[in-house]
C-alpha cells in the first residue's frame, strides 16, 4: 500500500517542455507564496497508457483551471493530478439541455442518465446511458448523432465534404434514396425507377429524332415546304434535326 | 541571584530580575537532539501570592534565564522561554492566602515567533535551515553543509515545524548520517548530521566507586543506569523490493537481505516495502522515486532507515553541574571493573557515546545543582562483524 495525501491546485502552465500531458501545479494554499520557477510538474492520474504500447488518451486543462492532485507526502516530491474540480455555478445541466434539444432528432433524457463533456467553445459531447442516443453538438448547431433508434444523423451550418481516393462512396439501401434540394427531389425507391445512365439517355433521343425525321418524310407533304408563290420555287425537305446531347441537361428528374 | 558555592542564576521575565530566596525556587532546563525546541520546566514557591498576583507565571510570559558558575562564563545555560502552562496545587495547610507552589513550563521562545508560511526555496537543506532561524538572535549557529540543491517547499508551515518535519529526515550528510535540527541549552541552533556530532572532542568520565579518590570529582558519574533498543525492531527476514519500467510498465523483482535497507535499482521507478510496511529501525519503508531524479531522493530514504540505529545503546548518567555539557556534545565513559592483577575499566560497555539529551537542575530543596545526560552509541566497535546486532545495524 502506498498512503497518499490530497491536495487543491491550479493549473500554472499547460505547455509542458517535455510534451508528456504534464501540467504545472500550484497547490493551494501551500504554496500560495511559492516561486513558479520551483513549481513541480505533476504527471496525470487517469489516462496515460491502456496498453503497454502507443494507446494513451490525454486530457487538456486551461491555465487556471482548479484540480485535485495528490502526492505520496506533504513533502511534495512527488505527486499526480488527477482530474478537474467540480464548480457547482459554472456546471448547468439546463444549458446542455437546451443545446441537445434543439437537435430534435430525439428527446434528451434525465440528467441521471446523461453524460456529457462540454467544451470551452459550448461544443457538447454526450451519450445517454438509458436510450443509447449518443454524438457531438457542435457549438455553430452542427450536429452527428446516433439516434435512440440506431439511425444517424449529420447536420451542418456549413458544408458536408466527403472525399476518397481511389474508391467509391456508395450509398445503399432497401428501401429507397431521397435528394432534398431547394432545386427539388430525387427520389431512388425501387428496382423499377432506377437512375438513367447517360449513354442510356442519349441512345432514347437518337431514337426520337430518327422517329421524328421518319414521320417528317413519311407526310404526305413530303419534300415540300411552306407555300408555293411566284416565282415557285420549290424547296426539298432534307431533314437536319440533331439533338445536343452534349449540353443537354435536366432541370428536374424524377424517376417515378 | 547567587544559589550555591559559585552557582548563580538569573531569571528575568518581562525584563525585571525575579529575586526569591534560593529553596524556594527548583528547575531544569532540557535539551534534547530530537526536539527542536528545548523546554523549561520549574517550580517557585510562591507562598504568599503575590508572584501569580503580578502575572509573572502567566502563560505568555517569557522567562530569560541564565545558569552557570561564576568562574567558568564560556559556559552558560541559557535562553529565553515563553510559559505555556502554569499550575498550582491546593494551597498548604494553615495558610490564609491562595498560595503555594507554582509548576511552570515553557518552551523556547523561537516557538512563540513561528509563523505559517507556503514559501518555496530552491537550494541546499542546510541553506534552507540557516534563512529560516536567521530573524533570532541565536547565541550561535551550528550547521553542517548538505549537498543537493532541489525546490523545497514549506507547504503553509512553520519554520520550526518545515525544519523538523520535512527538511531534516530529507538530509543527509556526505559520510551517509542523518541529519537532526535542535535549540540546544547554550541557546544555540543546530542542524548537525550524527558523523559531525559523534566525531567531536570528548570530555572523559568515570564511574568508579572502587577507586574514586584517585580521580577529580567533576568528572565523576554519581549515577548510572543503562538499557538498549529490542531487536524486536530489526527485521530478521529478508525483504521485497518492486521496480518499475518506465518504458513498458513492467515489473521487476530483486530479493534484499535482512541488512540491506535500500538499494538503487537498475532503472526507473522503485517501491520498496516489506511485509510489515516497516523496517529495521521501525521506519516506515515504502517509498516511491525514480531512478533519474537526483541522488538525494535515493538516498535520504536509505540513510534516514538507519536513523533509529544509532540509538541502540543507551545509559542515563548524573552528574556534577557541567553547563558545558549539551545535546550533540560528546563524552568518554569509563566504568570500573577490577581484575584479579589490576584495577581496570571495562571493555564491553566503556567507549565514546553522543549527548542524546541534557538536563541542567537547580533543586532548592536540597540546594545542589547537577547535570542528567541521555548518552548513546549503536554499539561497541569492538563486536565482530559476523554477529547479528552488527549484520543488521551495519
New interface residues.
Partial sequence: ???VELFYGIVEDNNDPLEKGRLKIR?L???????S????WLEPFFGG?NT?TTAYIKESYDIGAPLWCFF?S?????GWYITGVFLETPFNFDSIKSDLSSIAEDEVGEASNISFSRYRNGTVEFKDNSSGYMGVYHASGSYAIFDSNGGIVAYSKSNIKMYTDDNMIELKDTAGIVINSGAGTITFNGSGNTLVKYSELSRILSAITSNMDARILSDPISGVCGPVLPPFTIATYAPTLTTDKINMNADKLETS | MQLDKGLFVEIKTNGKELVIPADWLSFSINDSIHSIYNSFDSSILDRSGKISEVLLTTPGNIFSIKFGKEYDMENIVEGSFVINDDKMASPDEGSKVYGGKVDLFGYHEWFNLQQESSASFKTKASSVANTLTNSYPWKGKNITSTQETKAWFQGLRTPARFIQEIVTPKSFSNSLTPFFAFINNKNEFNFLDYSTMFTGSAKNFYYSPGASENLDPSTLIHGISRWSESLKKAKMTKKKMSYRITDSGELEKLELNSNDFYKKPPSDIYLVSNQEGRGPTNHITTVYGRAGESISDMSYNEVNEMRESFFRERFIILLSFDPSLVAGKTINIYLYLPTDTNDSYSVRFSGKYLVEASSHIWSGETKSAMTKLVISRKYNSSIPDDFQLKRIFK
Fill in positions: 500500500m502506498i498512503p497547490l494554499p501551500e504554496m500560495e507564496e511559492a516561486s520557477d520551483h513549481l513541480p497508457q503497454k505520496y506533504s513533502s511534495f516530491t512527488r
